[in-house]
């Protein structure tokens, strides 16, 4: 049998965030986020749907923090919403926002699960929105305040801190490419928008060790290696590129305090850079960027294969003929895990790495006896995880795994139509339904070992995770 083995003491968890599950949109005092506006606007959910309930996870919670009990996870990576905390973005903090995460975070250490919170998932609140969101630098200090409510609250609890989840996706789907809150696509918006949140997250990280000695920060990236389709010029440029766009434009200022030259150049060469460079970049804001780090959450899903298009310019090339695709259109492409995890690991050196998200997007409604079989998924994480274990083979210092998505949620612009979870959710009733990726999973924690057991026999007691 061919095992693949994590050492005693490695994280397993599953994530979330609060724009995708909680719901209780005018519960408690919350105000509106950029996603409630957005969704609000005729066109930009797939499937017409709002994230005002979503899973309900906001009344939910106990339930789920049940669930991941019984896979015997270790630690839960959620976000927090800062339209709950302060629902203005700004002055008066929301007591009963902070008494939601609070009793979260108890009944997660009650539960033996460490809580692993993000401060930024996306949900940004509509009034700073209102006042230039994330490309006004203003923003970026309203985060400290945010940051400084919740740390004061949770902080005596809450060890472990990631101030950001993937601000490229935040930066460049939002505000350049408009899939995403706000909707822009304004190029050199989003070019300010992504130092502001690099800003944010230096300022924080210093905000969050003031307050909590203890604490260790880090950041989440989504990292996609960019190889080239054939072995040519062109095409091994268009793969220089994506990765200075998407992976170098964030871990360079992160942990060498500098932008990538070249990928500011191929900035400057698009008009994306008015006035010639980087004219939002203040004397020592590379230096508060440089932070030094505790460890790097880095969430992947697959890679970037580039060539050119007839212009001549970098495009993504379709998956190769036979490779298996993700209902988001993702080639499912394992190896690629191992080999950026290796990469950021010698070029970057982070004290500590965690995947804080990996999974895969199927749709397998459930079988006449009920039972969802999503083999599918199954092959999926046991190919990731095995591609993590070899990076661990390769002295890469990873600390956890956290599966996207415990449930399946509101998938941003998809609406509810992309489905991540080991919970397929009934959008009447609420009930959490496992499939069978949730039996193996839970398997996977317990034994700490991916085996390559064939997943039609991998049915879990049927009597676990009952409602
Ligand atoms: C990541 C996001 C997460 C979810 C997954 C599928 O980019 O962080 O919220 O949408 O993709």
Redesign the pocket.
Known sequence: MNQSTFPAGFTWGVAT?AQ?VEGGRHEGGRGESIWDRFASRPGCIADGSTPDVTCDHYHLWARDIGLMRELGLGAYRFSIAWPRVLPLGRGAVNQAGLDFYDALVDRLLEAGLEPFPTLY?WDLPQPLQDAGGWAARETAAAFVDFTLAVTARLGDRVRRWTTH??PW?AATLGYEEGHHAPGLREPATGLRAAHHLLLSHGWACGAIRAQVPAAEVGIVL?HSPAYPLRETPGDRDAARWFDGFFNRWYLDPLFRGAYPADAVADRVARGHLPGGGMTFVRDGDLAVINAPLDFLGL?Y?SRALMTTGPDGRPVAAPPPAGAGVTDMGWEVYADGLRAALVRVHREYAPRRIYIT?N?AAYDDPPGTDGRIRDARRIDYLRGHLRSAAAALDEGVPLAGYFL?SLLDNF??GYGFTKK?GLFAVDPVDQRRRPKDSAHWYAKVAATNTVGDDDPATSEGDPRAFDD
């Open positions: 965030s995708q998932h989840n993937e996706c989504i969430n899903y998200e999974g996207w998938e941003w991540f």
